[in-house]
């Protein structure tokens, strides 16, 4: 059966890092555009970025310039790193392909706080 698993997020200060992992399981990951996506509390998912198997990828405006997508097919994993983190990033975090989406795993919390 498919699973993602997120990791990697926590509480960090205003302009702090963090870099999230999200491991895919029981599916051939490498052939994939894999995503990121986050909702924040009471509102709808968003699309963050995402990488094409080619490792080209496409970020959200909100994200341009602060965070990179990349990804490690030998692994399995897609990862995102945060940098100059504001309280507007404050959202529970999910990987998913782009296409042809797998069931969502549980997500990592990142909160941005001071």
């Known amino acids: 059966q498919v699973q993602l698993v997120e990791s990697g997020g926590g509480l960090v200060h205003p302009g702090g890092s963090l870099r999230l992992s999200c491991a895919a399981s029981?599916?051939?990951?490498?052939?994939?555009?894999m995503g990121w996506y986050r909702q924040a509390p009471g509102k709808q998912r968003e699309f963050v970025a995402y990488?094409?198997?080619?490792?080209?990828?496409v970020y959200a405006d909100s994200v341009k310039g602060r965070f990179t997508i990349s990804r490690d097919n030998a692994k399995n994993t897609v990862y995102l790193q945060m940098n100059s983190l504001q309280p507007e990033d404050t959202a529970v975090y999910y990987c998913?392909?782009?296409?042809?989406?797998?069931?969502w795993g549980r997500g990592t919390q990142v909160t941005v706080s001071s």
């Open positions: 998913n392909a782009v296409t042809s989406r797998v069931p």
């Open positions: 029981g599916t051939l990951f490498s052939d994939k555009t």
């Open positions: 990488i094409t198997i080619s490792a080209n990828a």
